[in-house]
């Protein structure tokens, strides 16, 4: 049975870390949204300094640290979840984190809270208002299809939370931006 190490990197780049791996002849498993799996038997204490190095380098980190590491998985998934991808989840978020992290929720809601000093709700309530912040400017969707989207229980839900984080109402805050944005043209 082959053990695995696996290092966090930023969101950034994925191609990078790629080119650094075949550049110190390491063959990898996956390279995946901050997470490498390299075999324990292919990687040289040498080839590790190495890395963390050229990583360094380029802006990114080499993570050691289990709880760190964790804690990282749990951000960057709630990232792309929220802000890459197009399906509205079918479960609750902290199901699917528990699901997708093979942790009990419990144990990492209690441990996110403790290192990053926010609950993971929050922490989600925060990626979703800035999603919503986003899809306003687009201005492809109105709110109800945002409000969908984003898997609030009503146009009213979202309002509320929008308001509550921005201290403005989404179509004020759609509004505002419109007119920094034209404000920014006439210059």
């Known amino acids: 049975m082959k053990l695995y190490i696996k290092y966090m990197v930023s969101l950034r780049c ?4 790629k080119e650094e791996l075949k550049k110190l002849g390491l063959h990898y498993i996956v390279v995946d949204l901050g997470v490498v ?43 792309e979840i929220i802000h890459y991808s197009d399906d ?5 978020y902290s199901d699917l984190i ?8 419990t144990y990492l809601s209690n441990l996110f809270s403790e290192i990053k000093g926010i609950t993971i709700q929050q922490f989600i309530i925060i990626h979703k208002i800035e999603r919503v912040k986003e ?3 687009y201005d492809e969707l109105n709110l109800t299809e945002i409000s969908y989207k984003l898997n609030y229980s009503s146009v009213a839900h979202l309002s509320n939370q929008f308001k509550k984080i921005t201290g403005l109402t989404p179509s004020y805050y759609k509004k505002l931006k419109q007119k920094r944005l034209s404000n920014i043209e006439d210059l």
């Open 135 to 137: 899809l306003l400017l």
């Open 14 to 17: 994925k191609m990078l870390v």
């Open 37 to 79: 799996e390299i075999p324990n038997d292919f990687i040289t204490p040498e080839q590790h300094d190495m890395l963390r190095i050229n990583l360094l380098k380029s802006g990114l980190e080499l993570m050691d640290n289990k709880k760190a590491i964790l804690i990282e998985r749990i951000v960057n998934l709630i990232v």
């Open 98 to 105: 528990s699901e997708k992290l093979g942790y009990d929720y």
């Open 88 to 92: 509205v989840p079918k479960e609750n």
